[in-house]
């Protein structure tokens, strides 16, 4: 490999790097409601705040519209995507076909290790819902049920799931906006360890149901009301 080649290959490297330090910050204000859904993003005002060229700005935002955050209009530009009832709908009915079939797995394998794991994620949860900020309890809200699918041992079906993870996380944000009382979001994790713990794949399959079904509910009528 000559001089000249392999310079060239660090500069995409750092240029990639840098696509995905913005794409990171856009996703996290994003969720954050920073930019609010619907809202255009300047890529010159984005790039000047962020002492970057408008290259790994357009990069970033063409990133995250693959992900399901953004949406492109032709000479417009990109906008923060604003999910309605149907869309949060489909999301929300995908994500219990996902874990419905998790829990099914892994009722069959549970062990202790397991629910030490699932326990320490939940008693996080809880903590971080009193003092930590809406971004974190999201991820770590997200964390628990992708370690619910990835214990079940079915790649296939993690994959999935990280798949829609980025809509999720706007779902989930959702949840924390339009919830009654959004600390009780961490401690309602509790009824799924239960539900393991007995070993009956009836009681995993309602509480998921129940889960995924109150937070679709609250969402999806938040929206309706707005």
Same mark, same amino acid.
């Given at each position: ?93 995908? =994500? ?39 971004? =974190? ?90």
């Amino acid at each position: 490999m000559t001089a000249s080649n392999a310079f060239g290959r660090g500069m995409v490297i750092q240029q990639r790097n840098l696509v995905e330090q913005v794409a990171d910050f856009l996703t996290q204000a994003i969720i954050s409601q920073h930019y609010a859904p619907g809202q255009r993003l300047s890529e010159v005002q984005l790039a000047r705040d962020l002492g970057v060229s408008r290259a790994p700005v357009r990069e970033a935002a063409r990133l995250l519209e693959s992900r399901g955050l953004l949406v492109s209009q032709p000479r417009r530009g990109f906008f923060v995507r604003a999910l309605d009832a149907s869309e949060l709908t489909d999301v929300f009915d995908l =994500r219990l076909c996902l874990e419905r079939h998790a829990l099914s797995r892994l009722v069959g394998i549970y062990d202790a290790e397991m629910e030490l794991a699932l326990r320490r994620q939940v008693e996080l949860m809880c903590q971080v819902a009193l003092e930590d900020s809406d971004s =974190r309890k999201i991820e770590e809200d997200l964390a628990f049920h992708r370690m619910l699918i990835a214990l079940s041992g079915n790649r296939r079906l993690l994959k999935a799931f990280d798949d829609i993870s980025h809509e999720l996380r706007l779902c989930i944000a959702l949840i924390g906006k339009t919830h009654a009382d959004p600390d009780t979001i961490a401690t309602s994790h509790w009824a799924l360890l239960d539900a393991l713990a007995s070993g009956d794949a009836g009681r995993c399959r309602d509480a998921i149901d129940y889960h995924i079904g109150v937070a679709r509910d609250y969402v999806v009528q938040g929206i309706g009301e707005c």
